[in-house]
């Protein structure tokens, strides 16, 4: 039990040590939403590799957190992707796709979003790893 805490500290660590970067990287603004002058958080986005890696984490304030729980319920927040999807960040591209995904059902304007989105393949299949 011990060296699966050790593991799971030490990747905390790491990813701690992703925050100045992340933070040049966002200009201190939610990677989504682009809030300013709240708590940001560290999200790695799935699937987790072994080891961290900075370019599959975004920097993210706590409402875009706890929306991912349950994109639907926010769907008016989640107008802020009409930006954070042209992201050259990778990691900011997926997630931002795979909730449009998830609300684009019952959002006219995700569903036309999603439309208009052309993704490198490699960030497709990233999306479908989910």
């Given at each position: 039990?011990?060296?699966?805490?050790?593991?799971?500290?030490?990747?905390m660590?790491?990813?701690?040590?992703?925050?100045?970067?992340?933070?040049?990287?966002?200009?201190?603004?939610?990677?989504?939403?682009?809030?300013?002058?709240?708590?940001?958080?560290?999200?790695?986005?799935?699937?987790?590799?072994?080891?961290?890696?900075?370019?599959?984490?975004?920097?993210?304030?706590?409402?875009?957190?706890?929306?991912?729980?349950?994109?639907?319920?926010?769907?008016?927040?989640?107008?802020?992707?009409?930006?954070a999807?042209?992201?050259?960040?990778?990691?900011?591209?997926?997630?931002?796709?795979?909730?449009?995904?998830?609300?684009s059902p019952?959002?006219?304007?995700?569903?036309?979003?999603?439309?208009e989105?052309?993704?490198?393949?490699?960030?497709?299949?990233?999306?479908?790893?989910?």
């Amino acid at each position: 039990m011990a060296k699966g805490l050790d593991r799971h500290r030490e990747r905390m660590d790491i990813l701690a040590s992703f925050g100045r970067n992340l933070a040049r990287r966002s200009g201190s603004r939610c990677e989504l939403c682009s809030s300013s002058g709240v708590p940001l958080h560290i999200y790695e986005v799935s699937p987790v590799a072994d080891t961290p890696d900075m370019d599959r984490c975004i920097f993210i304030c706590t409402t875009c957190e706890k929306g991912m729980e349950n994109p639907p319920g926010m769907a008016d927040h989640w107008r802020c992707l009409n930006t954070a999807v042209w992201s050259e960040i990778p990691a900011l591209q997926v997630i931002s796709v795979r909730i449009l995904r998830q609300i684009s059902p019952k959002s006219d304007w995700a569903r036309s979003l999603l439309e208009e989105v052309y993704l490198d393949p490699e960030i497709e299949e990233w999306i479908d790893k989910q």
